[in-house]
């Protein structure tokens, strides 16, 4: 039997203010983690160490003025702050390694979920101009052979598994989107919906409580995910991304996926980043 390698995780990330919007309140984040420091990684990259983490965030924001700007800049930003602590914290030997089990790992991603809905009621109780403000966040962090993700509102987390498909991981925060998951409605009609934009749930915008959907995958070579805002599906049905991801010769899959979304419809902030696991070699 021929050995096995690691696969080589690949990135790309992009994002384009849309042809109506005067602001762009998307925001996209990829860190690099290990025991000593916390990197940002670039618009597009490759890399793979077992012993580090790399996590990847998309925040598209809402509320007044630059206030939704604002409040997906405050996500990502919180996320690099955070994090680094809550694992030093749960890491017995003081180092930040990875909590042993799933379930710790996905309560911390409630927790640093919690904290930053915190910081954002805050803000917008304490600045005329933060009021009511709030952000989507879909996150996934890659270990070793796992993904973890935590999601809240309609910023989405797609898996594109190398035989074949594409799968919707996160659940749209909408009545919409409940009516799509309970069989009541097409994905056409969905696109089409009077209150399809209508979020039921986000991190801050004065709501008490959040409850983010977090869960795992275990992740194969030749697997990708697709993490976007709803710039990217406002006219794209999942068909229509898996065969622009589906191209070939692309040095950055998200960026061919925002521009042919922006083609298409440009009325929102359009943002996706794009994991790639491909085949490791010596």
Known sequence: ????????????ACTDIGRVRTNNEDSFLGLLLDAHEVSYLGKFGEAYDASKNYLFAVSDGMGGAMAGEFASRIAVEKITRLLPKYLIHLAKDDSWSLPKTTHSVLEVLVSLFHEIHRELLLLSASYQECHGM??????CWVRAEQVYFAHIGDSRLYHLPTTGGIIQLSEDDTHVGWLLRQGMITEYQSKHHPRRNLLQKVLGADHQFVTPQVGSLIYRSGDRLLLCSDGVTDQLFNHQLLELLSESTLESPAAHLVHGAVDRSGNDNTTAIVLEFCEGSD
């Open 1 to 12: 039997m021929l050995p096995q390698h690691p696969p080589i995780l690949r990135w790309s």
């Open 134 to 139: 709030g952000t989507t966040l879909t996150l």
